[in-house]
């Protein structure tokens, strides 16, 4: 008895660790792999709602631990949140447990990963913080393996781990029919050979192989910040003094980034860019900035894209979150209002306007540009489809910066553009289409707050560009197959 209350607590133990691991901030590949093997596993060993509600808790845990990193965010919203997600993750453990006693058959693996990726499919088309949270994001080490979202997209992923979980558990409950266990094992071989056989080949065999340009993207430097006081400028007593100062300060501003654009120019960059929102304007100096941006286009023959907040005090919606481009001829070609604002902290501030990505053809391939946490949005990214080059001006905060640039060479890879995230208060990189790392900065330690990469100026078409989510749709249909299936054999077994 002792002996077995031990056993159970070192294993709620080990199943606790894994799970704060198991994806988030402090994310460990294949611990999530072993959390969902583990918990699969203890669920099954319960009653139907006991099991449920063990699934409920672990994942609620391991998604409070590994998420807890938005500090503007109120404590009750943050909980609120949680509970949500382990709602919606657990489900697929609950219609795990209607299938019990069918659970010797190896067609019953395929119900539980079918349902966690139908049921991750659901519950991200309606999250407001995008794809935060997808088991697919654990895997971001993995390189060779995440090329498979080039096909399938995020639930492939999932439904591997998935499976694997389902499989070993299908292992274990019938490791005394080796014979089966052989052809179970064998099959789910095949399928993650074949998938990492496909990975090394796509990384060895269709890597880039371009002729590259050299792209300067610049964040601004810290003591230059600017904070502007909006209901300052909409007070009759205060307003003149207000914009006195806001001007003073956000010319100084402004005026860096234009100058250290013109070096990276002369230093040999085709194409300069600023990080999100890092030149700041009131709206009625807004053009002057335009024209200035313009004339440095041209006379350095360079594309300038510039990231500006734009305040617009008459407005109560004061921001207008703004990525410009001027091409080599001081043109405006793209235009683009930041698609998805974050909710909380910038949504209620912003002013939106519904351009779409834009995308212009250049001597070096195809550009377009999206705003940060637009990249958090697979469906919404999926309008950048068919280019070269993706110029992403962002911005985070120190606690989510490494999982927030991590989550973006997935859309490179899924869509098959060579990407540039510069990231004020955050981590910088670009990829190319294969997600691999060409440069990167740490905003907090470097004091130049300028990352220069020598990108590919062709990007690839990938067979998910084309045929978008369609792997949640066969998850969908294997899942019914599999439950008639199912069905019939019980029926013949009743009738014979």
């Known amino acids: 008895m002792k002996a077995s209350i031990i056993k159970k607590t070192l294993f709620v133990l080990i199943l606790l660790l894994f799970s704060v691991f198991s994806n988030g901030q402090y994310v460990v590949f294949f611990a999530i792999w072993i959390f969902t093997t583990m918990l699969l596993f203890a669920v099954r060993k319960l009653p139907r709602w006991q099991g449920f509600l063990l699934a409920f808790l672990f994942i609620s845990i391991s998604y409070y631990i590994g998420f ?77 393996f995440l090329q498979s979202i080039s096909i399938f997209g995020l639930g492939y992923i999932t439904f591997l781990i998935a499976w694997f979980a389902s499989v070993s558990n299908w292992i274990y409950e019938q490791r005394n029919e080796w014979g089966n266990v052989k052809k179970g094992a064998l099959i789910y071989s095949i399928v993650l050979g074949l998938t990492f056989s496909y990975g090394g080949y796509r990384l060895q065999f269709q890597k880039p192989n371009s002729e590259t340009i050299r792209i300067a993207s610049i964040s601004a430097l810290d003591s230059l910040n600017v904070s502007v006081d909006a209901q300052g400028l909409n007070n009759k007593e205060t307003e003149n003094d207000v ?61 300038l894209g510039i990231g500006v907040a734009v305040i617009d005090p008459a407005n109560r919606k004061f921001l207008e979150n703004k990525f410009v481009l001027f091409d080599k001829d001081g043109r405006k070609v793209i235009d683009y209002w930041k698609g998805i604002s974050v909710p909380g902290v910038e949504a209620p501030i912003s002013n939106n306007k519904a351009t779409g990505i834009q995308k212009i053809e250049t001597d070096y391939g195809t550009i377009a540009g999206v705003i940060c946490f637009d990249l958090d949005f697979p469906n919404y990214l999926k309008g950048a489809s068919g280019s070269d080059i993706l110029l992403a001006p962002s911005n985070d905060w120190k606690e989510v910066a490494q999982i927030h640039t991590d989550m973006s060479k997935f859309r490179a890879i899924e869509l098959g553009f060579n990407l540039i995230r510069q990231t004020s208060n955050g981590l910088s990189i670009g990829t190319d289409y294969t997600g691999k790392v060409i440069s990167e900065m740490d905003h907090f330690t470097d004091s130049g707050k300028i990352m220069i990469t020598q990108i590919p100026t062709k990007g690839t078409k990938t067979i998910y560009s084309m045929i978008g989510d369609s792997f949640i749709v066969f998850c969908l249909l294997l899942l019914i197959l599999v439950i008639v299936v199912l069905r019939k054999k019980k029926s013949g077994i009743v009738n014979s």
């Not at 030149?279 to 002057?288: P, Q, T």
Request: glycine residues 6%; aromatic residues 16%.
């Open 243 to 303: 914009k006195i100062e806001t001007r003073k300060n956000t010319t100084k501003l402004n005026q860096n980034l234009f100058d250290r654009s013109i070096t990276e120019a002369k230093a040999g960059a085709k194409v300069v860019f600023w990080a999100e929102g890092n030149g700041v304007i009131l709206k009625e100096d807004e053009n002057e900035l335009y024209k200035k941006a313009s004339v440095i286009a041209s006379e350095q023959n360079i594309y």
């Open 68 to 144: 807890d990193f938005v500090p503007f965010l109120p404590l009750i919203v943050s909980i609120i949140v949680t509970l949500i997600f382990g709602l919606f993750a657990s489900l697929p453990y609950l219609i795990d447990s209607f299938f019990s006693k069918k659970r010797k058959s190896f067609l019953s693996t395929l119900i539980f990963p079918c349902s966690v990726v139908l049921i991750e499919y659901g519950y991200h088309q309606f999250n407001q913080y995008g794809t935060f949270g997808h088991f697919a994001y654990s895997q971001q080490s993995q390189l060779i």
